[in-house]
Nanobody, 118 residues
Framework: QVQLVESGGGLVQAGASLRLACAFS????????MGWFRQAPGKEREFVARINRISWSVYSDSVKGRFSISRDNAKNTVYLQMNSLKPEDTAVYYC????????????WGQGTQVTVSS
């Protein structure tokens, strides 16, 4: 069974940077595409970024140019580097995994809180 554990959230001021990490275990990491999602209070969960096994990445328009997703297959970890943070980036950030070639993310982490003050 895949397990995902996020870390790196916190409280920062607008304009600051944070790097989230998601540790993957239980299966062969390179067989999975990874994604980051977020959910703000009172809003639905939304897609942030995803990366496939060969590190091809896609971003939502709201974070493009500010956030960067990467993966380290030797460490079974996916990262989300968040720069130029804005108050509207405040949310719980979730890491998710899906088997290569599949659409649905079957595995989710517990989430990590990111709060950006103005």
């Amino acid at each position: 069974q895949v397990q995902l554990v996020e870390s790196g959230g916190g409280l920062v001021q607008a304009g600051a940077s944070l790097r989230l990490a998601c540790a993957f275990s239980g299966r062969t990491f390179s067989n999975y595409g990874m994604g980051w999602f977020r959910q703000a209070p009172g809003k639905e969960r939304e897609f942030v970024a995803r990366i496939n096994r060969i590190s091809w990445s896609v971003y939502s328009d709201s974070v493009k140019g500010r956030f960067s997703i990467s993966r380290d297959n030797a460490k079974n970890t996916v990262y989300l580097q968040m720069n130029s943070l804005k108050p509207e980036d405040t949310a719980v950030y979730y890491c998710a995994a899906r088997q290569n070639g599949l659409e649905r993310y079957d595995y989710w982490g517990q989430g990590t809180q990111v709060t950006v003050s103005s």
